[in-house]
């Protein structure tokens, strides 16, 4: 299943985020968020997808950048994709929940946001980062993805008028209705 009408819209401030099923290399946004490797180097999933779609431009920007801490995150253009950029962001592997995947995971979300918001974008689209390979669980992953999103446009929107969640298929999607359920949202 796969669609680009919202699922789900909510309210966070003066922004709006939408949850979404689908391809994110196909959406028309400043700002798709690459779920990305330290060496910020072609991986799979949707990190795999995102540099297909960009084309090799993309590597080299990368390679310019010198890596990425876990939990931060680096911004390059987005070449031949719809979106103008794409901002690289080095989620946790999950090892248990006792290594601060939690706080590292919340902290890709939050300095996406803030580095759209030094770049001037207006939207910006997540996939579900850290829960490919990286294993981090689903629910857990969704429920720290929504609530720092709602939280951080809520207390400073940053000049962002759309966030696009967007889930690669429909138990993901499932998984951040009921985040957003479980906050009174939606």
């Not at 994110?24 to 779920?35: E, F, K, M, S, Y």
């Not at 999933?45 to 310019?64: M, N, Q, S």
């Not at 590292?104 to 974008?121: G, M, T």
């Amino acid at each position: 299943m796969t669609s680009h009408t919202p699922l789900l819209t909510v309210e966070a401030g003066p922004a709006h985020i939408d949850l979404v099923i689908g391809d994110i290399t196909t959406l028309d946004v400043d700002a798709i968020v690459n779920a990305a490797n330290q060496a910020l180097a072609p991986g799979g999933g949707v990190c795999g997808a995102i540099f297909r779609a960009a084309g090799p431009e993309l590597i080299g920007a990368c390679e310019a950048l010198g890596g990425c801490d876990t939990g931060d995150v680096r911004i390059t253009p987005g070449f031949r994709l719809k979106a103008r950029h794409v901002i690289h962001a080095v989620g946790p592997v999950w090892q248990g929940g006792g290594r601060d995947e939690d706080v590292l995971l919340a902290s890709c979300y939050r300095r996406a946001l803030e580095v759209a918001a030094d770049n001037r974008l207006t939207s910006i689209a997540f996939p579900a980062i850290s829960t490919g390979i990286y294993g981090f669980p689903q629910d857990r992953a969704a429920r720290i993805a929504a609530g720092t999103v709602v939280s951080e446009l809520s207390a400073n929107p940053r000049g962002l008028s759309r966030v696009v969640l967007c889930c690669f298929d429909a138990q993901s999607a499932q998984h951040h209705i009921e985040a957003f359920a479980g906050m009174g949202l939606g």
